[in-house]
């Protein structure tokens, strides 16, 4: 009889999310700081926020950076990246803008090196003139 099945190795795909590394923070986040999760992304409020309800979008599998993301922890993690924003447009109505963020490499400022989205809730006046917004990681270069 025909059955409906191909040769994937799903319990190769299994061991491959289920990948965590000793030592590494956000591999060992405990549960109650966790504020929403999916199968393979949770997000935490950052622990050190540069602004009230900074929050962090982390893939579950200890992965370094963004690019190497699967295309299904892309999605989770931008499914959390939404709904952690209208949560927050919902907590604090002083909240009028965001800054979305991952710094990808030691060069490019990254000190956790457990992949992770910056969602940084921004309010008027939270500095003197906030436009160039993420240029400012290069001092000098946030005006144009
Ligand atoms: P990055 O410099 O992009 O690697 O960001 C690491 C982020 O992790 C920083 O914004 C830190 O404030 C945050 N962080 C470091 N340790 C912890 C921790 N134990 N719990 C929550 N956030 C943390
Ligand atoms: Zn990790």
Not at 31 to 40: C, P, S
């Amino acid at each position: 009889m025909k059955r409906d099945r191909d040769d994937t190795d799903f319990r190769g795909l299994k061991k491959m999310y289920e990948k965590r590394e000793a030592g590494c923070i956000f591999c060992e986040i405990p549960d109650k700081r966790i504020v929403l999760e999916d199968e393979l992304s949770y997000v935490i409020r950052d622990g050190f926020p540069v602004t009230f309800l900074h929050s962090l979008i982390i893939p579950k599998r200890h992965v370094k950076t963004y690019f190497d993301l699967s295309q299904s922890e892309i999605n989770s993690t931008n499914r959390l990246l939404i709904e952690t924003q209208r949560l927050i447009d919902v907590e604090d109505h002083g909240v009028s803008g965001y800054n979305i963020g991952m710094n990808s490499g030691e060069s490019a400022g990254q000190t956790v090196f457990h992949c992770h989205i910056h969602l940084i809730p921004r309010r008027d006046g939270d500095v003197e003139n906030p436009r160039g917004g993420v240029r400012h990681i290069i001092a000098g270069k946030g005006y144009y």
